[in-house]
C-alpha cells in the first residue's frame, strides 16, 4: 500500500512556479529521506500534503484516501516549527493539547512514553520557554508522534542537535520504522539520510530529479565502487592470467605484491574477484569498499 502518491502536484506563488508537476510514491513503511538545496520547494510540497497549503493544480492521496481530508489527520504526525511552541506550556501539557487538536486524546502516561523517547522525561512539567533549542525540536518531535500516526513528515528533526541527542534520534526513528511507520523526513545532512533512510528524493527547482535506493542512484548516475583487495601471494605462473583478467572485470586496476585496487560497476563484480582468487588457491585477508557517498551523488546534481 501506498502511504504518499501525488499526481501532477504543483504550487504556483503568483506566476512562481515553485513545485513543478510532482509524481511521487512512497510506500507504507519506507523512510523517505527528501533532499533539496534551499529553496528547491521542499517545504512547499510538504506543507500541501499536510494540508497547510493547498496545491495550485494536481493531486495527492496519504494513506489510500485523496487529501485534503479532514478524516486522514489523525494518522499524520507533523512536526511542528520549534518556534511555535507555546513558551508558558509546559512539555507534558503541549503533547496533551496537540493529540487532542488531532482528535486522538492520549493519556499521561502515553505522554510521558513519547517524552521518554525522544530524551525529554526530565523535563515533563518545565516550560518551553525555558527550553534549549535542542530540546524545543525534540518536543516538536514528540508532537507529531503523540497521537500515533502512520505517516510521520519530519522537518530536520536532528539539525542543531548535540551528538549524544542525533543518535537518540536516529534510534528514535528506527523504533518507529519497526513499528511499520511511514516516515518522510528531510535534512540537510547527507550522511543521515544514506545511514537511516530506505529510499531517497532529491529536489531540484520544484521538481523530483530522481529517487530510489542508495543502490539506485549509484547505478543511475553510474558511479563506480573501488575495491582493495588484500591477497596472500599470488604463484608467479597465475600472475599475468589474473592480472588480465581482472583488467577485463573492472578499471584502474593497480597491482601490488600483496594487494590490488580496482574499480567495479556493482557488488556483483566484487562476488566474482573473490571467487575467482579462490580457483588460484588465493586466501583473501581483507576487502575494503570504496562506494560514493550520497554527498557525491548529490553534489553531481
Ligand atoms: N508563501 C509564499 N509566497 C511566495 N513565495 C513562496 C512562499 N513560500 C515559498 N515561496 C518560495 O518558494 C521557493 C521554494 O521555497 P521552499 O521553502 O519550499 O524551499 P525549501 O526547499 O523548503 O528550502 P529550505 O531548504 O531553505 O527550507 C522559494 O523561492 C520561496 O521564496
Not at 108 to 116: A, G, I, Y
Not at 228 to 245: F, G, L, M, N, Y
Amino acid at each position: 500500500m501506498l502511504a504518499i502518491e501525488t499526481k501532477q502536484l504543483s504550487k504556483s506563488f503568483w506566476k512562481n512556479n515553485v513545485v513543478k508537476k510532482i509524481d511521487l510514491q512512497v510506500e507504507k513503511g519506507e523512510i523517505l529521506g527528501f533532499l533539496g538545496r534551499n529553496g528547491a520547494g521542499k517545504s512547499t510540497f510538504i506543507n500541501m500534503l499536510t494540508g497547510i497549503i493547498r496545491p495550485t493544480s494536481g493531486s495527492y492521496a496519504l494513506l489510500g484516501k485523496q487529501g485534503p481530508n479532514d478524516a486522514i489527520k489523525k494518522e499524520i504526525g507533523v512536526m511542528p516549527d520549534y518556534s511555535s511552541l507555546y513558551g508558558s506550556m509546559t512539555a507534558i501539557k503541549h503533547l496533551s493539547y496537540l493529540a487532542a487538536v488531532s482528535q486522538k486524546p492520549v493519556t499521561r502516561l502515553r505522554c510521558m512514553e513519547v517524552l521518554k523517547l525522544v530524551g525529554l522525561e526530565e523535563h515533563a512539567n518545565k516550560k518551553a520557554a525555558k527550553f534549549s533549542f535542542g530540546m524545543k525540536k525534540k518536543l516538536a518531535i514528540a508532537q507529531a508522534i503523540i497521537h500515533d500516526p502512520q505517516l510521520i513528515f519530519l522537518d530536520e528533526p536532528t539539525s542543531g542537535l548535540d551528538a549524544e541527542s542525533v543518535i537518540h534520534i536516529h534510534h528514535l526513528i528506527q523504533h518507529l520504522h519497526e513499528q511499520g511507520k511511514t516516515i518522510f523526513m528531510t535534512s540537510h545532512n547527507l550522511d543521515e539520510v544514506e545511514k537511516i533512510c530506505n529510499r531517497i528524493a532529491i529536489m531540484k527547482d520544484g521538481k523530483i530529479k530522481k529517487s530510489g535506493t542508495m543502490d539506485e542512484l549509484r547505478a543511475y548516475y553510474q558511479s563506480t565502487i573501488t575495491v582493495t583487495v588484500r591477497h596472500s601471494p599470488i604463484q608467479a605462473a597465475d600472475k599475468s592470467t589474473i592480472e588480465k583478467w581482472l583488467a577485463k572485470t573492472g578499471t584502474q586496476l593497480e597491482m601490488e605484491a600483496s594487494q590490488f585496487t580496482i574499480q567495479v560497476e556493482s557488488e556483483q563484480k566484487i562476488a566474482e574477484i573473490t571467487r575467482a582468487l579462490g580457483t588460484y588457491k588465493i586466501d583473501i585477508y581483507r576487502v575494503d569498499v570504496d562506494e560514493p557517498s550520497l554527498e557525491e551523488i548529490f553534489l553531481e546534481e
